[in-house]
């Protein structure tokens, strides 16, 4: 990933320092539902946490976290603009994770490692833009879990609007069919994520699979 593969182990301990999983919120669903409709929720949950001055006092005290929060409120992510899926290849997250320096690791530790990383990855963007965004982003992360039956590997959705920052909805695929999902505003504005080319110049040097999803009515 362009300029940030040597600073992921310090970026991720940060992430998990500042306990950013426990700003979301959760629930389940015993139907199979589609992906993209499932992201749209995470997306209208979260566009209503950016426009609660409540919700973002609740969680800092920060003038300028809660600026950069109440800044998100004022795009509009009522219709996305565009979709895209992004498939990350196994590799990537390998070298990501550095598990050429984990001796004798067993296959689920191996597992583990990788997951933690694919999940982590649209959160070290937000970190590599700054800790003030990364804790904005933190306080209004959305998290769910829910079963789908289609589902058959770990990946992102980026939601684009013409008027709004992006949203990327990272689904990972656990037992049973159940799939995890977190959602992030993507807060480095000097990205430009308007085509599935730009996209994958994220991932410098690796290969990813990056398609436009069609909208769902």
Avoid: H, W
């Avoid at 004022?74 to 979709?83: H, L, Q, R, T």
């Amino acid at each position: 990933m362009k300029r940030r593969t040597g600073s992921f182990v310090v970026v991720v301990a940060l992430i998990f320092a500042i306990g950013l999983s426990a700003c979301g919120s959760s629930g389940s669903d015993s139907e199979t539902t589609s992906l993209y409709s499932e992201g749209l929720e995470i997306v209208q949950i979260m566009s209503e946490m950016v426009q609660s001055e409540s919700y973002i006092n609740l969680y800092t005290g920060d003038s300028s976290v809660q600026s950069i929060v109440q800044s998100l409120a004022n795009g509009d992510y009522s219709s996305p603009k565009a979709v895209y899926a992004i498939s990350v290849p196994e590799k990537f997250l390998e070298a990501m994770a550095e598990l050429d320096t984990l001796d004798n690791a067993s296959e689920n530790l191996r597992s583990f490692a990788l997951k933690r990383v694919f999940g982590a990855l649209m959160t070290q963007v937000n970190a590599m833009s700054g800790v003030k965004n990364l804790a904005a982003a933190s306080i209004c992360t959305v998290s769910k879990t829910f079963v789908d039956e289609n589902v058959d590997g770990d990946i992102i959705y980026l939601y684009t609007y013409d008027n709004a920052v992006p949203i990327a909805v990272t689904f990972m695929v656990g037992d049973n069919k159940s799939v995890s999902a977190n959602g992030v505003f993507v807060m480095d504005d000097t990205l430009s994520l308007d085509s599935a080319e730009e996209i994958e110049t994220l991932f410098d040097g690796f290969t990813v699979e990056v398609t436009e999803i069609k909208s769902e009515k």
